[in-house]
């Protein structure tokens, strides 16, 4: 915990290629979970284009289906921020933290076809061998992890600090549950909690189940293998 004069605040977690960490009241330990989580697959879907081989059908179509789950899980964590971060924020900051707001739409709206389209060569590659297909996806691929980390570390910058600025932990919290936990079905959290924490090292991942409670740890525990075996079927061409 960081102490100030006035305020007890939590101690603000660093995952690798996180860009910063703004002090403040709210604790942001999931939002950064999750943008470790983009990070660390975009990196891992570009490694596998290039490396594994077109004929593969097998590790292809785990390909499309890892790739799916990746889609799933970023489609709903922009789709909470669009609908209810973004307009929360905008009513409480000023013309320079509406600027940033606005920037950080515009960026959602730029990374949405890139994904599509790496979405579509997945598919095409599960269902047969196309050279020019797999260089065409490798090329998305590398559009999509540049312009995703570009939105990322704007985000952790800009759009944080401005969080940290006009909300409390409690319209956090608040807020998450409205927009990024209700209505998520039992078996999509279990699916979501090995990918989460796929990679974390050892000394965060214990602080993050330190601030996510003893039934998070169990699903892990419950799911990490099944989901480390599927992982190394789709990545095992990437180095």
């Not at 950080?104 to 949405?112: F, G, L, R, S, T």
């Not at 608040?174 to 000394?203: C, K, M, Q």
């Not at 989901?227 to 095992?236: G, K, S, V, Y």
């Amino acid at each position: 915990m960081t102490t100030t004069a006035e305020h007890t605040w939590p101690e603000q977690l660093r995952f690798p290629g996180q860009t910063a960490a703004h002090p403040g009241p709210v604790d942001m330990t999931m939002m950064y979970v999750m943008h470790h989580g983009f990070r660390r697959d975009l990196a891992a879907f570009a490694a596998a284009a290039t490396a594994t081989p077109v004929t593969d059908r097998a590790c292809w179509q785990a390909l499309a289906e890892r790739w799916d789950l990746f889609a799933e899980v970023l489609h709903h964590h922009h789709s909470g921020e669009d609908a209810g971060l973004w307009p929360m924020l905008l009513e409480r900051t000023d013309d320079d933290g509406r600027r940033v707001l606005e920037a950080m739409e515009a960026e959602h709206h730029e990374i949405d076809p890139i994904l599509q389209a790496c979405a579509a060569g997945f598919r095409q590659l599960s269902t047969h061998a196309d050279e020019d297909a797999r260089a065409a996806l490798a090329v998305r691929l590398c559009a999509g992890k540049e312009s995703l980390a570009r939105h990322l570390q704007h985000e952790e910058t800009e759009a944080i600090a401005i969080i940290q600025q006009v909300l409390t932990n409690e319209e956090w919290v608040a807020l998450e549950e409205e927009h990024f936990r209700r209505g998520v079905p039992f078996s999509t959290v279990l699916r979501l909690v090995p990918w989460a924490t796929h990679d974390v090292p050892g000394p965060l991942l214990r602080e993050v189940f330190a601030r996510s409670g003893r039934v998070h740890r169990l699903m892990w525990r419950a799911t990490r293998r099944r989901f480390a075996r599927r992982e190394r079927l789709a990545f095992r061409y990437a180095a």
